[in-house]
Nanobody, 115 residues
């Protein structure tokens, strides 16, 4: 059973930066997709960015240019560098790992952007 654990959230002022990390332990799959999602109370969880085991990345339009997703394949770890944060980025951020046909989720980590 793959375990997915996020870290690095917290409180930051508008315009500030945070880096989230996500570790997928006990995985042996050579091919995978990992992604970040976020959710605010009363809203559906929304996709933010993805990275594949080949290093291909994609982004939600509203974060492109501000967020960067990167991976350390040897450590089964991905990162989300978030710059120029805005209050609307406030959410619980979730890490997802797909090893077809299975999908694993982390517990989520809070990011709050407020002055």
């Amino acid at each position: 059973q793959v375990q997915v654990v996020e870290s690095g959230g917290g409180l930051v002022q508008p315009g500030g930066s945070l880096r989230l990390s996500c570790v997928a332990s006990d995985s042996v799959a050579p091919s995978w997709i990992m992604a970040w999602y976020r959710q605010t109370p009363g809203k559906l969880r929304e996709w933010v960015a993805s990275i594949t085991s080949l290093g291909e990345t994609t982004y939600k339009d509203s974060v492109r240019g501000r967020f960067t997703i990167a991976g350390d394949i040897d450590k089964d770890t991905i990162y989300l560098q978030m710059n120029n944060l805005k209050p609307e980025d406030t959410a619980t951020y979730y890490c997802q790992r797909i090893e077809k046909p299975l999908t694993y989720w982390g517990q989520g980590i809070q990011v709050t952007v407020s002055s």
